[in-house]
């Protein structure tokens, strides 16, 4: 079992920037893939950034430039550093890590919210 605590959120205005952090408990796997979703008001939950054990990362085109996602192994931490913040960042910003072999884990949310 793995359990996902994040840090980092707040209120920032446009421009601004901040970095989440989520700290993984119990055993992380090289195989597993670590992320942040995020979710506004009245729609769907959406991939910001995911990395691999290996640095590869993948980010959603609305972000890039912008957002930066890194990991410590060692930490079992994954970080996500945003600039350049828009009111469209709003959102809860979640924790995730996916494993392959099976498994999903999330964690509890971050409110990110942007103000113009």
């Known amino acids: 079992q793995v359990q996902l605590v994040e840090s980092g959120g707040g209120l920032v205005q446009a421009g601004g920037s901040l970095r989440l952090s989520c700290v993984a408990s119990?055993?992380?796997?090289?195989?597993?893939?670590m992320g942040w979703y995020r979710q506004a008001p009245g729609k769907q939950r959406e991939l910001v950034a995911a990395?691999?054990?290996?640095?590869?990362?993948n980010y959603a085109d609305s972000v890039k430039g912008r957002f930066t996602i890194s990991r410590d192994n060692a930490k079992n931490t994954v970080y996500l550093q945003m600039h350049s913040l828009t009111p469209k960042d709003t959102a809860v910003y979640y924790c995730?890590?996916?494993?392959?072999?099976?498994?999903?884990?999330w964690g509890q949310g971050s409110q990110v919210t942007v103000s113009s």
């Open positions: 995730n890590v996916h494993r392959p072999l099976g498994g999903e884990f």
């Open positions: 119990g055993s992380i796997f090289r195989t597993d893939l």
């Open positions: 990395i691999t054990s290996g640095g590869s990362t």
